[in-house]
């Protein structure tokens, strides 16, 4: 068994965090450990965020989530930002995802639950993303614990994003952790057979399940699945190496689909 | 190699590939581990799991010593203290496992069993869940059990030794000297947690294990080859500590 993955796969890591320290600012630290551990198993980018799971995140909070991915960028190169906002504030936000996206050169916008993907509320975001060429990412789950549910009352499962595609045709939406919430089975019964090409899941999470990523690639298409590991590092690496995939479909999950999805970025 | 963790037997929500016992034993040697602590699964639902516990005797028997036997025991139904006799004396079972969410019953309430496994100089072992709680089905237990009763029962039973599977380590305070930790869900090269865990407990207090079936094998291997410890330690954690955890 390898212990990393090869450099030729140009391994990108396109769900992961950087968070605050105890003053605020970037917690470098964590930052560095993120970068270093990545190393290790052979991740060479990693997509980063900071997403808040308050049920509203004012617009100085996200503006400041997303500073801290900027400082975090100017750390390292090998970070890529994904911009987080609310859209309770839709104005604000999109003026956000301007200024991350455009000024500072972040590759994708995260969304957390504040909202489902499919909600009206998301338009004026799934516009910009959709004006810019960039992705969503899209925290999402088929929980089905009580803890979890009551959490989080509004996080999207398949049907949503099923719902999403045909309501925001222009959008290029990520379904995040396939490991990370839940009914995995539900998702992917539900996704059978979708032909959208704005339409990524990506593999992140602790579940480790037998035959997660097999099943995924089987229910979606090897084109629409992406490697991540939402800081579980070794889960992630370990469940695409559970795939057994060839060398084709390591290619296309660890960095061919996301430069596809870069590829169609209209703002350089 | 040694894995802690791993069961063969029917789960009823999720279809498992390799969950008969033939195909664990092919899988786990296609990882050059070389013996395992397997449990039955069907010993969280039968009403008497000491059946479960006869049905693994008869499956192991084709392996030659490969599978260490762990007995599930219900506390809270007839005859257990009997069942585990009969498990570690005729079976020649090394460990007991406990469940209490499945078993429906208080972890207080498995004093005497652990005061006989003690006796008997095999440990207890406690998973924290048995799939990620998120994807429970609605018959399953609507939470995991958590650090905090294992660390209660490691304290009230000083003698007994703990195995705590399928959970993190997060905990304040100094961890009790009869509590080992499986491996599986804690976090190797980001942060080295497992690193600092084996710091803090001593590489003969960790454990190797995969949760093999229900979870693919590949992960932990990465967690204990990444983390920074020596190739001693790392011998002691693959399979050295729980080897002598179980008296094999």
């Given at each position: 068994m390898i212990t990393r993955l090869p450099e030729?796969?140009?391994?990108?890591?396109m769900h992961n965090h950087v968070d605050a320290g105890p003053d605020g600012k970037l917690d470098s630290a964590k930052a560095q450990a993120l970068l270093d551990g990545t190393v290790r198993l052979g991740i060479m980018k990693i997509g980063i965020s900071r997403p808040m799971s308050n049920e509203t995140v004012k617009p100085d909070e996200f503006r400041h989530s997303n500073d801290l991915v900027i400082d975090a960028m100017a750390m390292s190169e090998r970070f890529i930002g994904f911009c987080f906002v609310d859209p309770h504030f839709p104005e604000e936000a999109v003026a956000e995802i301007e200024r991350c996206i455009?000024?500072?050169?972040?590759a994708g916008i995260k969304l957390y639950?504040?909202?489902?993907?499919?909600?009206?509320?998301q338009k004026p975001l799934m516009d910009k993303a959709a004006e810019l060429g960039v992705p969503i990412l899209m925290h999402a789950g088929k929980c089905t614990d009580p803890a979890t549910i009551a959490a989080q009352p509004r996080i999207s499962h398949a049907g949503h994003f099923l719902e999403a595609l045909a309501k925001f045709p222009d959008t290029i939406l990520i379904q995040a952790h396939i490991g990370g919430g839940g009914d995995w089975e539900w998702n992917l019964r539900t996704l059978?057979?979708?032909?959208?090409?704005n339409y990524y899941i990506d593999i992140s999470g602790s579940v480790i399940d037998q035959g997660i990523v097999r099943r995924t690639i089987e229910a979606?298409?090897?084109?629409?699945v992406l490697f991540a590991t939402d800081m579980s590092l070794e889960e992630g690496v370990g469940k695409l190496l559970a795939a057994d995939p060839t060398r084709e479909e390591f290619m296309k999950i660890c960095s061919g689909n996301w430069k596809r999805i870069v590829s169609r970025r209209r703002m350089r | 190699m040694f894995d802690i963790n791993t069961t063969t037997g029917h789960w009823p929500f999720r279809s498992i590939p390799g969950q008969r016992i033939a195909e664990l034993y092919e899988y786990m040697r296609g990882f050059e581990i070389d013996g395992a602590a397997i449990t039955n699964t069907h010993g969280l639902f039968y009403m008497n799991a000491q059946d479960a516990n006869i049905e693994l005797a008869e499956a192991m028997k084709p392996y030659d010593g490969f599978f260490a036997g762990v007995a599930s025991i219900n506390?809270?139904?007839?005859?257990a203290e009997r069942d585990l006799e009969l498990c570690v004396q005729?079976?020649?079972?090394?460990a007991i496992r406990l469940t209490p969410l499945y078993h429906n019953?208080?972890?207080?309430?498995?004093g005497e069993v652990i005061r006989l496994s003690s006796e008997l100089g095999i440990p207890v072992i406690i998973p924290?869940?048995?799939?990620?709680?998120?994807?429970?089905?609605?018959?399953?237990?609507?939470a995991p059990l958590g650090l905090d009763p294992v660390l209660q029962l490691c304290r009230t039973y000083p003698s007994a030794n703990f195995i705590f599977t399928e959970?993190?380590?997060?905990?304040?305070g100094e961890y009790p000297s009869n509590l080992y930790f499986e491996l599986s869900r804690l976090r190797s090269s980001y942060g080295g947690v497992l690193t600092e865990l084996i710091r803090n407990?001593?590489?003969?207090?960790v454990l190797f294990g995969t949760g093999a079936p229900f979870k693919s094998a590949e992960s932990s291997l990465l967690k204990l080859h990444h983390c920074d410890i020596t190739d001693e330690e790392r011998q002691m954690v693959g399979g050295t500590a729980a080897k002598m955890l179980l008296h094999l």
């Open positions: 030729e796969l140009c391994c990108v890591d455009v000024k500072h050169g972040m639950h504040q909202f489902f993907i499919c909600d009206d509320a059978e057979g979708v032909t959208s090409n979606v298409g090897v084109d629409r | 506390p809270a139904y007839a005859a005729k079976l020649g079972f090394r019953y208080p972890l207080e309430q498995a924290n869940e048995i799939v990620n709680f998120r994807q429970k089905h609605w018959m399953e237990p609507p959970g993190t380590a997060a905990h304040d407990v001593g590489a003969d207090h």
